[in-house]
């Protein structure tokens, strides 16, 4: 059973358009049966097996002291309680009461941190614990290099460590067509024509091998992902690598580009025609097929699957996950704030030092 | 039509099916084997000429003791009417994550000692090749005539 997150479907704009009249029932994670925990030991059983056995006082574990020693954790108590306090677990839970005391959290967090959410996947194969522990990773690596906030159809360019490049740095401007995957192995890939060849590049958005994410043009389209842009005219996908940067605010609402894409003639890699592609010229599209696939087609647009109730319900991530964990984030984001803020403090510091001493203003 | 022979549903680009759709959703088809027709990207005259004629490479033969060819592979071709060996610089089946995936699979042909018949790539070439990793062929000239990597 495949983990899918919000973006694996090939397009699902059309499947979350509101059908009037329709409430989708509010997805609550005690609907499922509950998650099964490894090593939890019924209560009836525990009893049996206490009431059979003879009493064990409970204590240290019975194992030789050479042991103990090899297996004690290397951290000193300080360090450990430093790690629970980032990672948001441990015995402390002190970020886990905070986020449940937390309000509602500003949309922009729901804007920079969309791979927050956890991914939509039996509630068997999530472990809260887990998905904790990447969000704090996630915001350790924040703290190293800036990730800014992008959608499909925005414009970036990626510089990656590379060996074997003249500078060591490998930079390449494209088209996001496609984000994958949630916490720390969400992933984007970039389109871009170089010397008449189309090319696309997958990028771990935390990867330690990025040393860059510079963002170019903040922009959404109509569809989840840009995959028809491979039958598409090249002209759709060509972005100059000496782009310069066009200015966003934060404040302001993701422009949404709504241009229509005309495909070009068949055979295409993939029939497009049947996944509810928003961006692509419907008609111009339409022309290219027989009646029989035209008539599969809007079969397939009229979408039963709005009316599906049971896969809308699974196809959501159950609101309270998600709110908790866009409120663990928006704590930790407080503090990656801080943490930028005492940086800047600091480097101003050092400029002022520096200046001093060599007698410039 | 090529289309109806060739049945290539959507799926995203690692293969991992969508498991709910009605739609038949098999992979793409595209693993480099026999059979196989490649797009020539340097600027040799044979490469040129199978090109324009509209009779690109067919890959006879994988190098390596395996069935699929990917990038940075050795291949033997028939261009032509002729039997000739040439080396993968860029493939459409997505390699992992900051390896480059193309629109064609992209081959540069070579002579029987291993040297580039042309002298330019035409197309970008994976930075990843220039590890120099296949134990069949050293192809540092064919690295020294690529024009751009990616």
């Not at chain 1, 939890?40 to 009893?47: E, L």
Request: glycine letters at 4%; aromatic letters at 8%; proline letters at 9%.
């Amino acid at each position: 059973h495949p983990a899918r997150d919000a973006t694996s479907a090939i397009s699902s704009s059309w499947q979350l358009r509101p059908v009037p009249g329709l409430q989708v029932p509010l997805r609550l994670p005690s609907d499922r049966r509950p998650p099964v925990r490894r090593f939890a030991c019924p209560a009836s059983i525990a009893a049996a097996s206490a009431a059979a056995s003879p009493a064990v006082p409970p204590g240290p574990p019975l194992a030789p002291a050479g042991i103990a020693r090899v297996y004690k954790p290397r951290l000193s108590p300080e360090a450990m309680k430093e790690f629970w306090r980032l990672s948001g677990i441990g015995p402390d839970h002190s970020r886990a009461k905070a986020a449940d005391q937390q309000a509602e959290v500003p949309p922009e967090i729901k804007r920079l941190y969309q791979e927050a959410l956890p991914p939509i996947v039996s509630q068997d194969y999530r472990d809260p614990i887990v998905e904790s522990l990447h969000r704090a990773e996630m915001m350790r690596r924040r703290r190293v290099i800036n990730i800014p906030e992008f959608h499909v159809g925005s414009i970036l360019a990626v510089s990656v460590m590379d060996k074997h490049a003249p500078n060591k740095v490998n930079r390449f401007v494209g088209l996001c067509i496609l984000r994958r995957h949630t916490g720390l192995f969400t992933t984007f890939t970039l389109r871009n024509m170089v010397d008449q060849v189309c090319v696309q590049i997958e990028y771990e958005l935390y990867s330690p091998s990025i040393v860059s994410i510079q963002l170019l043009k903040l922009e959404r389209r109509l569809d989840d992902n840009l995959l028809y842009l491979m039958d598409a005219p090249h002209s759709h996908c060509t972005i100059p690598f000496d782009m310069v940067p066009e200015p966003y605010s934060r404040n302001d609402p993701v422009p949404v580009n709504r241009e229509r894409v005309r495909l070009n003639p068949p055979p295409w890699m993939c029939k497009w025609h049947l996944h509810g592609y928003q961006g692509i010229d419907l008609e111009h599209l339409y022309s290219y097929l027989s009646d029989k696939d035209v008539a599969k087609a809007i079969e397939f647009s009229k979408a039963y699957k709005r009316y599906d109730l049971l896969d809308q319900y699974l196809n959501r991530v159950p609101v309270p996950d998600a709110d908790y964990a866009f409120k663990d984030i928006f704590i930790q984001h407080q503090e990656l704030l801080q943490h930028q803020q005492q940086q800047q403090q600091q480097s101003s510091k050092k400029s002022e030092v520096i200046s001093k001493l060599t007698g410039t203003v | 039509l090529g289309a109806a022979l060739r049945i290539q549903a959507a799926v995203p680009a690692t293969g991992c099916c969508v498991c709910r759709n009605w739609i038949s959703t098999t992979p793409r088809l595209d693993y480099i084997q026999r059979r196989t027709r490649l797009r020539v990207v340097d600027n040799s005259e044979l490469g040129r000429r199978a090109m324009e004629a509209g009779k690109p490479p067919r890959v006879m033969h994988v190098y390596g003791k395996k069935l699929k060819a990917a990038t940075g592979d050795m291949v033997m071709v028939a261009i032509l009417g002729q039997k000739r060996r040439g080396f993968i610089v860029g493939a459409r089946r997505p390699e992992g994550p900051l390896r480059p995936q193309f629109d064609s699979n992209n081959l540069v042909l070579l002579n029987d000692e291993g040297q580039p018949l042309g002298n330019r790539i035409l197309a970008p070439v994976p930075s990843f090749l220039r590890a120099n990793r296949n134990p069949k062929l050293d192809y540092t000239k064919l690295l020294a005539i690529a024009t751009k990597f990616v």
